[in-house]
C-alpha cells in the first residue's frame, strides 16, 4: 500500500489556526474512511477525527471538537484538517490513516481499525 503523505503543520502561538492535508493515493482511496491521530512526546497515540468515505459523516474527539474541522476532496484523493484555537497541548505529531475495510462510517477511534499510516507532520503550539 502506498502511505498517505502529511503536510501542513509548523509552529503556531496558542489561539492560532493551521491546516493539515494528507494526500492518498489510487482509484480506491475515495472508498475509505480516513481518520487523523497525534502523539505527543511521551503519550499513546490519540483519535483526533475521522471522516467517512463520502465525506458525509465526521467524528471527533471530545478534546478538539468545534475547534477541528476534518474535511475531504476526492477529487484531489486528499483529507484535511482545520485546526483553529489551537491550545498548547495541541502539540503533537499529526498523522492520517486509512482505515482497514471500504465504506462505512466515521466512528472508529482505535488505531487498530486503520492499517495504512502516514509518516506524520509536526505540530508545535507555543503559549
Known amino acids: 500500500q502506498v502511505q498517505p503523505v502529511e503536510s501542513g503543520g509548523g509552529l503556531v502561538q496558542a489561539g492560532g489556526s493551521l491546516r493539515l492535508s494528507c494526500a492518498g493515493s489510487?482509484?480506491?482511496?475515495?472508498?475509505?474512511?480516513m481518520g487523523w491521530f497525534r502523539q505527543a512526546p511521551g503519550k499513546e497515540r490519540e483519535f483526533v477525527a475521522a471522516?467517512?468515505?463520502?465525506?458525509?459523516?465526521?467524528y471527533y474527539a471530545d478534546s478538539v471538537k468545534g475547534r477541528f474541522t476534518i474535511s475531504r476532496d476526492n477529487a484531489k484523493n486528499t483529507v484535511y484538517l482545520q485546526m483553529d484555537s489551537l491550545k498548547p497541548e495541541d502539540t503533537a505529531v499529526y498523522s492520517c490513516?486509512?482505515?482497514?475495510?471500504?465504506?462505512?462510517?466515521?466512528?472508529?477511534?482505535?488505531?487498530?481499525?486503520?492499517?495504512?499510516w502516514g509518516q506524520g507532520t509536526r505540530v508545535t503550539v507555543s503559549s
Open positions: 490513516a486509512r482505515r482497514r475495510a471500504q465504506f462505512g462510517t466515521a466512528y472508529f477511534r482505535a488505531p487498530a481499525e486503520y492499517d495504512v
Open positions: 489510487g482509484r480506491t482511496f475515495s472508498s475509505y474512511t
Open positions: 471522516i467517512n468515505w463520502s465525506g458525509g459523516g465526521t
